[in-house]
């Protein structure tokens, strides 16, 4: 039971670069979301979905893109990349009916450089 | 949108000394999740509450949903060098499915 897996692990853009995040969980879980986490902060919701073909902004959208074509995948896309993107990012994925409800499971996360 | 506030930001303790910490909030909260990040990991659930005044254990952790539904305890007992890394708090408000993260404890343990 892989859980969720984030790929690359780690990545190295030039401004202005477009690139996908991709996350992928084996659990069946409706919910996932995107995560970025700043040095010496706690972490601040992109983008989530409640289910394939649904998705919703979180509290820093700008400049991110998702969609949720399967149940178990939920990529991230950088439009066009800027240094402010610098960060690590993770993916998460939870079940309001499987135990622990509303307990997200995160990835190991993608380690982001803009320069 | 909500927000947590978690203190203390960071602790250094001796080993075998017990730990608290908490997170409060403005808002009212249906969820209450403690997390534990390693260096370059995701954090990993520790324990999940769900309704006020709760009290959950995993093994030397104790967490507890506060009566008012706007704050939240964790406390280690016993502390030992692998508790090292920092603790987080998240809450669900009750209409949603998204966690709002407090911006996390550090701690460190001296042998």
């Known amino acids: 039971n892989a859980g969720v897996t984030q790929t690359p692990k780690f990545q190295v853009l030039k401004t202005g670069q477009s690139m996908t995040l991709q996350c992928a969980q084996d659990m069946n879980h409706e919910y996932m979301s995107w995560y970025r986490q700043d040095p010496g902060m706690g972490l601040r919701l992109i983008h989530y979905?409640?289910?394939?073909?649904?998705?919703d902004q979180g509290e820093v959208p700008n400049g991110y893109n998702v969609s949720r074509s399967t149940t178990e995948d939920f990529p991230l896309r950088l439009l066009s990349a800027a240094p402010s993107q610098t960060s690590v990012y993770f993916c998460?994925?939870?079940?309001?009916?499987?135990?622990?409800?509303?307990?997200?499971?995160f990835g190991s996360g993608t380690r982001l450089t803009v320069v | 949108g909500q927000q947590l506030n978690q203190s203390p930001q960071s602790m250094f303790i001796q080993e075998g000394e017990d730990v608290s910490m908490n997170c409060t909030s403005s808002s009212i909260f249906n969820t209450w999740l403690w997390y534990k990040q390693d260096p370059g990991e995701g954090p990993v659930l520790l324990i999940a509450?769900?309704?006020?005044?709760e009290l959950t254990s995993n093994g030397r952790l104790t967490a507890q949903f506060g009566i008012t539904r706007k704050d939240s305890f964790l406390n280690i007992s016993a502390s030992i060098p692998s508790d090292v890394g920092i603790y987080f708090c998240?809450?669900?408000?009750?209409?949603?499915?998204?966690?709002?993260f407090g911006g996390g404890t550090r701690l460190m343990v001296k042998p």
């Open positions: 998460a994925s939870s079940s309001p009916d499987k135990l622990p409800s509303y307990g997200y499971t």
């Open positions: 509450l769900y309704k006020a005044g």
């Open positions: 998240a809450g669900r408000v009750n209409a949603g499915n998204m966690l709002t």
């Open positions: 979905s409640v289910g394939a073909g649904i998705t």
